[in-house]
């Protein structure tokens, strides 16, 4: 598709459950971004690839998260024993074609978790 | 790192009127100021934004001033419509030095266009 795609859009789990969060970025785009972002609140970094490399994962809250993105197009988060605070809204961006970067990220429409 | 801060948190106008919604920023490396709009439910799009190197940035209805000095920067909406009602986001990073386009944002300004 055009646009960056992410699944599930909604995912429940039961506290102390492993989940799985995908993104698909616009093909081409060199750099992709997990944010999280609580009810009411900003967009919060969580982690930065390009291409294969993740460079920086200095905003994963703990190392219940991990993320990768082994052939430097789609990229899981991935969240184990989920604790209520992970509640929020996943937000994946991509952006930066190789040769051009007006600075602009394009978002997926997010994956709300909800951890009872 | 980067802190960005961003008020009001809420604002509410009438049809017609103009908006304003203001940021400040810590670091002063950061050099590119986007803002991004959000409606319910939907993924964050960029609707304007300005780099350091100018002062002020016009698209339409909506404008974007810079204040590097002060380290602030404001989002103007003129004659506001329904469709302006939204989640704005104003966000900050050095983009040059390679570490991608990692934002810092605010934590948003729900304004709400009233007939």
């Known amino acids: 598709g055009a646009g960056v795609s992410q699944s599930p859009r909604y995912k429940v789990a039961k506290r102390g459950q492993d989940v799985a969060l995908r993104c698909d970025p616009i093909s081409g785009h060199v750099s992709l971004f997990w944010y999280q972002q609580a009810l009411g609140q900003g967009p919060e970094f969580l982690t930065y690839f390009q291409n294969e490399a993740q460079l920086d994962k200095s905003g994963l809250p703990s190392d219940r998260f991990f993320a990768e993105r082994p052939e430097g197009s789609v990229s899981t988060l991935k969240i184990q024993r989920t604790q209520q605070e992970d509640s929020a809204v996943y937000l994946c961006?991509?952006?930066?074609?190789?040769?051009?970067?007006?600075?602009?990220?394009?978002f997926g429409e997010g994956s709300r978790l909800t951890v009872l | 790192g980067e802190n960005v801060e961003q008020h009001p948190s809420t604002l509410s106008v009438q049809e017609g009127d103009s908006a304003v919604i203001k940021c400040t920023y810590s670091?002063?490396?950061?050099?590119?100021f986007p803002w991004y709009k959000q409606e319910l439910g939907k993924r964050p799009q960029l609707i304007i934004d300005i780099r350091s190197n100018v002062g002020e940035k016009k698209d339409q209805r909506i404008a974007v001033t810079l204040n590097k000095t002060a380290k602030h920067f404001s989002l103007h909406i003129t004659e506001t419509q329904p469709e302006d009602s939204a989640v704005y986001f104003c966000a900050a990073t050095d983009i040059l030095t390679g570490g991608g386009n990692k934002l810092t944002f605010g934590t948003g300004t729900q304004l709400k266009v009233e007939l």
């Open positions: 670091d002063s490396a950061s050099n590119y």
């Open positions: 961006a991509s952006s930066g074609k190789r040769g051009t970067n007006t600075g602009e990220l394009f």
